[in-house]
T-cell receptor, first 111, second 112 residues
Framework: EAQVTQNPRYLITVTGKKLTVTCSQN?????MSWYRQDPGLGLRQIYY???????DKGDVPEGYKVSRKEKRNFPLILESPSPNQTSLYFC??????????FGPGTRLTVL | EDQVTQSPEALRLQEGESSSLNCSYT??????LFWYRQDPGKGPEFLFT???AGEEKEKERLKATLTKKESFLHITAPKPEDSATYLC?????????????FGKGTLLTVNP
């Protein structure tokens, strides 16, 4: 089944404790992207990647890092999480940037 | 600044009562207008892409249309299972980035 998977689905952590949210797709898509969804603000792009080793900032990249060492994986790294990063995070992938398919989401709470 | 505005914020319908959701956009260099459905606790599910004014697409009880300034999602004879948040997004291409700018969504509730 074609899908985008994210892990973990739920995470509660404390300020400053480094964490990684994984994203994997099995559709051989070149384009991948991370969004966060907050009440009243909608979905906003954090980072994107057009291909392996090619990443760039979206609208709200502060406090986040990404890497793309393999085509199928695009992890989101929070080196020192803060409470304002409490949010619902979605990974998306696309064959060539057109229609983007979203993962199930990761709900992160930073205390 | 690119903006996508959806209205109404919430809509409550009786089963079988047709209606429309609105998405107005000011997105320079719009590449495509996307509609997604989002159920509670889940990721957005792709519904339609519209590329040019006058274009229409249909899927079951849903029909999406596009003008130069707005898009409509028409829901004909809705059923309770159509209850969800419907998201509209404008896509622009900036270099290698195919960013989606989302509206805040319309929460649709269909009562039996």
């Amino acid at each position: 089944e074609a899908q985008v998977t994210q892990n973990p689905r739920y995470l509660i952590t404390v300020t400053g404790k480094k964490l990684t949210v994984t994203c994997s797709q099995n559709m051989n898509h070149e384009y991948m992207s991370w969004y966060r969804q907050d009440p009243g603000l909608g979905l906003r792009q954090i980072y994107y990647s057009m291909n392996v080793e090619v990443t760039d900032k979206g609208d709200v990249p502060e406090g986040y890092k990404v890497s793309r060492k393999e085509k199928r994986n695009f992890p989101l790294i929070l080196e020192s999480p803060s409470p304002n990063q409490t949010s619902l995070y979605f990974c998306a992938s696309s064959l060539s940037g057109d229609t983007q398919y979203f993962g199930p989401g990761t709900r992160l709470t930073v205390l | 600044e690119d903006q996508v505005t959806q209205s109404p914020e919430a809509l409550r319908l009786q089963e079988g009562e047709s209606s429309s959701l609105n998405c107005s956009y000011t997105v320079s260099g719009l590449r495509g207008l996307f509609w997604y459905r989002q159920d509670p606790g889940k990721g957005p599910e792709f519904l339609f892409t519209l590329y040019s004014a006058g274009e229409e697409k249909e899927k079951e009880r849903l029909k999406a249309t596009l003008t130069k300034k707005e898009s409509f999602l028409h829901i004909t004879a809705p059923k309770p299972e159509d209850s969800a948040t419907y998201l509209c997004a404008g896509q622009v291409r900036g270099g290698s980035n195919y960013k989606l700018t989302f509206g805040k969504g319309t929460l649709l509730t269909v009562n039996p």
